[in-house]
């Protein structure tokens, strides 16, 4: 049991690049989700998706992109990279919306730097 | 505006001692608080959680108080072991349907325990 995948792990990358982080979960979880970590910030969702088909936005959802065509995998697309999009990205799944009694899964995290 | 705070950017406590973690909270609306462990270079696993129903949740070594009226909650780690050297995060949902997309983390306390 693989878990949430994310790929790459690390990526550099120039200013105006763009570039699609990979999330694919095996665990048949329809809620899925992208944070990114900066410094003194904790996480901060940035868009989540409640089934195949269905997305929405979190809090930081400026400058990045998603889909969800399978229950499987999230992916999340940097149109054009800005130095301020450099940090740790972490997807996360989890079977339920409701937070009760409910564990999210986290990926192992993808360290992205913009130049 | 942060709306979850850990004011305490690290702690460090000696093995077999007692570590407590704070967070603060300001949004009124939140009923269900999280704790987070994460180790260098991995996501973060559950630890675990209270609803605001209850004010005290234990789990082996770990106790999670929560003081509603001062919008307070504390992890009590005891003994305290090395293993247990991580960043903590603290974590907070408005509750039910879909607000767990808008989980509301801390800024994280990096905890160290000292042999």
């Known amino acids: 049991n693989a878990g949430v995948t994310q790929t790459p792990k690390f990526q550099v990358l120039k200013t105006g690049q763009s570039m699609t982080l990979q999330c694919a979960q095996d665990?048949?979880?329809?809620?899925m989700s992208w944070y990114r970590q900066d410094p003194g910030m904790g996480l901060r969702l940035i868009h989540y998706s409640v089934g195949a088909g269905i997305t929405d936005q979190g809090e930081v959802p400026n400058g990045y992109n998603v889909s969800r065509s399978t229950t499987e995998d999230f992916p999340l697309r940097l149109l054009s990279a800005a130095p301020s999009q450099t940090s740790v990205y972490f997807c996360?799944?989890?079977?339920?919306?409701?937070?009760?009694?409910?564990?999210?899964?986290f990926g192992e995290g993808s360290w992205l730097t913009v130049v | 505006d942060q709306q979850v705070k850990q004011n305490s950017p690290s702690l460090s406590v000696q093995e077999g001692r007692i570590s407590i973690l704070n967070c603060d909270y300001t949004?009124?609306?939140?009923?269900?608080f999280l704790w987070y462990k994460k180790y260098p270079a991995e996501g973060p696993t559950f630890l675990i959680s209270i609803s605001s129903i209850k004010d005290k949740n234990e789990d082996g070594r770990f106790t999670v108080f929560l003081n509603k009226s001062a919008k307070h909650l504390s992890l009590h780690i005891v003994p305290s072991q090395p293993g247990d050297s991580a960043v903590y995060f603290c974590a907070a949902s408005a509750g039910g349907g879909t607000s767990y997309g808008k989980l509301t983390f801390g800024q994280g306390t990096i905890l160290t325990v000292h042999p």
């Open positions: 949004n009124s609306m939140f009923d269900y």
């Open positions: 996360a799944s989890s079977y339920s919306l409701q937070v009760s009694g409910n564990t999210i899964y």
């Open positions: 665990m048949n979880h329809e809620y």
